[in-house]
C-alpha cells in the first residue's frame, strides 16, 4: 500500500527529536556548527594564505624546515593531539565551549591550508614580488594587492576543504564541548543512539539528511570551482 509523502519526520527532526535528554531537534545544534565553522574556515584560510605567501615569496633561514614541520603536521593524527589540546583548552579557560573549537580547527588545519597556498604561491613568478618590493611595497602591501587578487581559485580549494572537514568532525566535537556547544554530528549521533521510546527510523534518517546538506550544498554551488582549483594549484605547483 503507497503512503503520501510527510515532512512530519523532518520537522520533528529539525524541532523536537530528543538529544539525550533535551527534546530540541537539531536546530540549535545547527547553530553550533555554524558558529564554529565560519571563523574556524576563514581564520584558517586567511593564516594558511599568509604562510604560503611567507614561504615562497618571502625566503627565510630555516623556511624549508618550518614548511616540512607544517607538513608534518597534516600527517598527525586526530588521536595523537585529544590530551594535549585537552589540557591546553583547560589552561586557556576554553575548555567545552564553542570558541575552543574554533581553536582546535583552526590549529589543526593549517597545515593543511599552509599546503595549498604554498603549492599555489609557488607559481606566481618573483620577479613580480621583486619589482613590487623596488617601488616600495611592503609584505601585506604585497599580498593584498598583488598576491590576493591572484587567488582566488586556492580560496575557493582550501574553503571548501576546510569546511567540509570542519562541518563533518565528530571526534574533536565530542572530546572538547560540552552538551550545550555541542556540534550538530554530535547531536546527531546521541539522536540515533537514543532509547527512549519508540525508535523512530524516520526521524533518524531525516536528521542525517539534515546534518549533511550544508556540506552537499556546498559541492552542488563550488564544485565546479572546487576542480578548477585543483588544476590550478596542480599546474603551478
Given at each position: 500500500m503507497l503512503r503520501s509523502a510527510t515532512f512530519a519526520p523532518w520537522h520533528k527532526a529539525w524541532n523536537s527529536a530528543c538529544v539525550g535528554v533535551r527534546c530540541e531537534g537539531l536546530a540549535p545544534y545547527m547553530w553550533n556548527s555554524v558558529a564554529m565553522v565560519v571563523p574556524a574556515v576563514l581564520i584558517s584560510t586567511f593564516l594558511g594564505s599568509i604562510n604560503?605567501?611567507?614561504?615562497?615569496?618571502?625566503?627565510?633561514?630555516?623556511?624549508?624546515?618550518?614548511?616540512?614541520?607544517?607538513?608534518?603536521?597534516?600527517?598527525?593524527?586526530?588521536?595523537?593531539?585529544?590530551?594535549?589540546?585537552?589540557?591546553?583548552?583547560?589552561?586557556?579557560?576554553?575548555?567545552?565551549?564553542?570558541?575552543?573549537?574554533v581553536l582546535v580547527h583552526t590549529i589543526y588545519g593549517l597545515a593543511f591550508t599552509t599546503l595549498f597556498f604554498r603549492n599555489f604561491f609557488m607559481g606566481v613568478s618573483n620577479g613580480i614580488v621583486h619589482?613590487?618590493?623596488?617601488?616600495?611595497?611592503?609584505?601585506?602591501?604585497?599580498?593584498?594587492?598583488?598576491?590576493?587578487?591572484?587567488?582566488?581559485?586556492?580560496?575557493?580549494?582550501?574553503?571548501?576543504?576546510?569546511?567540509?572537514?570542519?562541518?563533518?568532525?565528530?571526534?574533536?566535537?565530542?572530546?572538547?564541548?560540552?552538551?550545550?556547544?555541542?556540534?550538530?554530528?554530535?547531536?546527531?549521533?546521541?539522536?540515533?543512539?537514543?532509547?527512549t521510546g519508540v525508535k523512530e527510523y524516520n526521524v533518524d534518517m531525516a536528521a542525517a539528511i539534515i546534518a549533511g546538506l550544508p556540506t552537499l550544498i556546498v559541492y552542488v554551488v563550488a564544485g565546479n570551482y572546487f576542480l578548477r582549483g585543483l588544476s590550478a594549484g596542480a599546474v603551478k605547483g
Open positions: 604560503g605567501y611567507a614561504l615562497t615569496k618571502w625566503r627565510f633561514p630555516g623556511a624549508g624546515v618550518v614548511f616540512s614541520l607544517m607538513l608534518f603536521g597534516a600527517f598527525i593524527p586526530f588521536q595523537v593531539i585529544l590530551l594535549p589540546m585537552a589540557r591546553t583548552l583547560g589552561l586557556l579557560g576554553l575548555a567545552g565551549t564553542t570558541a575552543g573549537l619589482a613590487a618590493t623596488i617601488d616600495g611595497a611592503g609584505f601585506f602591501g604585497i599580498y593584498f594587492r598583488i598576491l590576493l587578487p591572484m587567488a582566488p581559485p586556492a580560496f575557493v580549494v582550501t574553503i571548501i576543504w576546510q569546511f567540509t572537514q570542519i562541518w563533518n568532525d565528530f571526534l574533536f566535537g565530542v572530546a572538547f564541548t560540552a552538551s550545550d556547544s555541542n556540534p550538530v554530528t554530535v547531536a546527531l549521533n546521541n539522536v540515533v543512539a537514543t532509547s
